[in-house]
């Protein structure tokens, strides 16, 4: 991976490529995780890693853009199964040391009366070309700091509200202090990755001299990711009183009005142009804040970060153009069947070998193979394949295989419970149809399972998948999606030729409410008459389905077109292409 760090005197030279070119709108991007890869544990899933990915495929088209979050010495956490099934959190052992370099510079932010010191490591991420992409972490962690301040920047999505405020505001302000400290003053897109680094929009105000809201819009972009009203970061006055000073609450008080600040609202008040990341969830955010100022850009995934080692040498003998220009992808019909069939069989092979290591359960590659990896959060529903246990025995015994993993929040009760019954279930049912969970979630087994297993599963409860990625992992491999009619699938799905549906076509009507109970229902039948016969009695239609797969899904479900949609919808800026 083309990765490097660099030494302070070489980042004046980074700031003049971003500088150098006035033409250009600049860009910086804030997101409160980024997932690069996963020996850099600053992410817990989809959302840190399309922040990745979309940086990667920047760098890859040249992009003048700079990106901004926070280090988490901690990480999220480290997933181990105790053999009753129960999840224990581990912290994740890193040192950033030795993957970033410590800037000397320091910014200040007042929290709760006290002044915080704030310091950066810095990062590049080089493109297929060349271009360096700079990656600023925050950290708190500082001698001068008091200990609970010094704790402030370890923990992802751990702690209270309090403690997301104060990271918020950190990523936010402290965050922007920081890039005018390195010299970055010719920024004219501040994009927000979700809410969470809403503050920006604060201390731009404070820059502007407190007056202009107009120009402070005009600087901002929004993307949001949640499509439940209960996700959406809010903190109220009596909160923001005590941790922010008096002259920012009362902007934000004119700013906002009302009895504490959503995140939200602060993005779609503040800026000059608002996305949500599928068709369908456009939709639902338009309803849900009650504006039509929301247009859509569908999430993809980096090509060449998701594409396993067979397959990446297929399109490169094929499709050389494909590195450096997915939408190429289109040409997958011209691949030799056989070769495509022996691409996905070593990823299979390698997946099971791994299977083997971690859980002692031999696979068999002859087998159908289905996959489900996710957050396990509880509207995800990785549990909806066991609703009828029998029904599902019926369809499957001796002709299936399933392979699980997912990190549950560690706040999150119901999610554990799910993971234990999956893995209660497996040893209860596996003699006939073979269950296993692998630990421990992360991007690095997500490369192996999304290329290794045949089938895709994602079955959540319509409308909460914003967009889903890791299906858009799939298809660069050839595996088949087989979900629920949610998110990017609604785009991407083309029943019998990119994969299958599951429960009822999407509808305006079932935008929130429908019957969920026809879903498991649907899931059997298909697998029943679909997906099972096509896999054991027609291989040419199947591999003819992957091809369908890679060719109108991989060639369009990629970053490098969502990078090139927000240069044109939301930057207002260019790409170099090469
Ligand atoms: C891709 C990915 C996700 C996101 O998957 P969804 O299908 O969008 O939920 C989460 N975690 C890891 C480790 C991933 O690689």
């Known amino acids: ?27 910086a991007y804030f997101s409160l995780e980024i997932g690069i890869s996963h020996d850099l544990p600053t992410y817990s899933g989809g959302l840190g890693i399309l922040a990745g990915d979309i940086l990667k495929s920047a760098a890859d088209l040249g992009v003048p853009m700079v990106a901004v979050t926070l280090l988490y010495r901690k990480g999220y956490f480290r997933q181990e199964l105790t053999p009753e099934g129960q999840q224990v959190e581990r912290p994740v052992e890193w040192e ?7 800037l000397d510079n320091r910014v200040t932010i007042v929290l709760e009366g006290r002044t915080v010191q704030v310091r950066a490591w810095g990062y590049t991420y080089m493109g297929h070309s060349g271009y360096p992409l700079p990656i600023y972490f925050l950290d708190t962690d500082i001698d001068a700091n008091a200990p609970s301040d010094r704790s402030l920047t370890w923990e992802l999505y751990g702690g209270d509200n309090r403690y997301r405020l104060c990271q918020e505001m ?36 404070r820059e502007l001299g407190y007056e202009d809201f107009d120009k402070v819009r005009d600087d901002v972009i929004f993307t949001t990711h949640t499509p439940v009203a ?11 009183t005590t941790v922010i ?17 959503s995140m939200t609202d602060l993005g779609l ?62 040409q997958a019909f011209q691949l030799p069947e056989e070769d495509i069939w022996k691409a996905h069989q070593a990823a ?76 209660d279930l497996s040893k ?30 994602n079955t959540p409860i319509r409308p909460r998948e914003a967009s889903g990625t890791s299906g858009m992992k799939c298809v660069h491999n050839g595996v088949i999606n087989f979900s629920v009619l949610d998110g990017w699938w609604i785009e991407g799905w083309i029943e019998d030729t990119t994969g299958w549906s599951i429960g009822p076509i999407s509808q305006e009507a079932e935008l929130i409410e429908y019957d969920e109970t026809q879903d498991a229902i649907d899931l059997y039948n298909k697998l029943e008459d679909k997906v099972i016969p096509t896999y054991y009695n027609d291989r040419k239609k199947w591999i003819w389905m992957m091809k369908s797969t890679i060719a109108l899904n991989a060639s369009y479900f990629n970053t490098h077109r969502v990078v090139k949609e927000y240069c044109e919808k939301a930057y207002g800026t260019i790409f170099r292409g090469h």
């Open 428 to 457: 209860e049912i596996g003699e006939v149809l073979p269950i296993v969970f692998l630990e421990n979630y992360n991007m690095e087994l997500a490369q192996v399972l999304t290329a290794g297993v045949d089938v895709w599963l």
């Open 1 to 27: 991976m083309a990765l490097i760090t660099y030494g302070e005197n070489i980042s004046s030279s980074l700031l003049s490529t971003f500088e150098r070119n006035p033409i250009f709108r600049n860009v």
């Open 230 to 240: 209960a996700g959406h970061d809010y903190f109220p006055y009596d909160l923001i």
């Open 348 to 423: 299979k092979m390698r997946l099971f070998a791994r299977v083997l290591e971690e859980t002692g359960v031999e696979f068999d590659a002859d087998i159908l193979t289905i996959g489900f990896a996710r957050r396990a959060a509880t509207y995800k529903r990785a549990d909806l394949l066991f609703t009828d246990v029998k029904r599902l025995l019926d369809v499957g015994s001796g002709q299936v295989q399933f392979i699980f993993a997912g990190k549950a929040h560690p706040h999150d009760i119901p999610a554990k419970g799910i993971i234990k019954r999956i893995i």
């Open 96 to 102: 950033p040391e030795k993957l970033m370099n410590k």
């Open 170 to 205: 950190i990523l936010g302000i402290a965050g922007l202090r920081l890039l005018r400290d390195l010299g970055y003053n010719n920024i004219q897109t501040f994009h927000l990755n979700e809410g969470h680094a809403g503050f920006i929009s604060l201390e731009l105000t």
């Open 245 to 261: 000073d008096e002259s920012n609450t009362s902007t934000l008080r004119r700013m906002l009005g009302g009895s504490g600040v």
């Open 269 to 330: 008040k503040f800026s000059r142009y608002v996305n949500a990341v599928s068709k369908k969830h456009a939709d639902v955010s338009r309803k849900m804040f009650g504006t039509d100022n929301v247009d859509f850009i569908t999430n993809g995934v980096h090509s060449t970060t998701w594409t396993c080692p067979g397959f990446a040498r297929l399109y490169d003998r094929f499709i050389p153009a494909w590195r450096n220009d997915p939408s190429r992808l289109i």
